[in-house]
């Protein structure tokens, strides 16, 4: 899903299997978001990197709270602070 004014921001890479599961579980509970990929335009890869502080991918950026990683409890942390899912 690559939506504008989302509240929701996934920096990621086509190879990243933990990116696609990431993403995947977004559209699964219907969040939307906007994708935006690290390797097809290098100021992702930076904003990335300004946002985490680290270089790993994917970065979710959810209403200003970062998550390196697919980290399923932190992003439904997350997203039901944020009143993005109930």
């Known amino acids: 899903m690559n939506e504008n004014n989302s509240s ?28 935006l990929d690290v390797e097809a335009d290098p100021k992702n890869g930076q904003a990335a990197v300004d946002k985490s502080g680290q270089r790993g991918i994917p970065v979710i ?19 039901k602070a944020h009143n993005l899912t109930t």
């Not at 996934?10 to 993403?23: E, G, N």
């Not at 950026?61 to 997203?79: S, W, Y």
């Open 8 to 35: 929701v921001i996934v920096y990621s890479a086509t190879w990243c299997a933990f990116c696609h599961a990431a993403k995947d579980y977004l559209d699964k509970i219907g969040v939307k978001y906007t994708d």
């Open 61 to 79: 950026d959810i209403a200003g709270d970062i998550i390196v990683g697919f980290d399923r409890p932190k992003i439904d942390t997350a997203l």
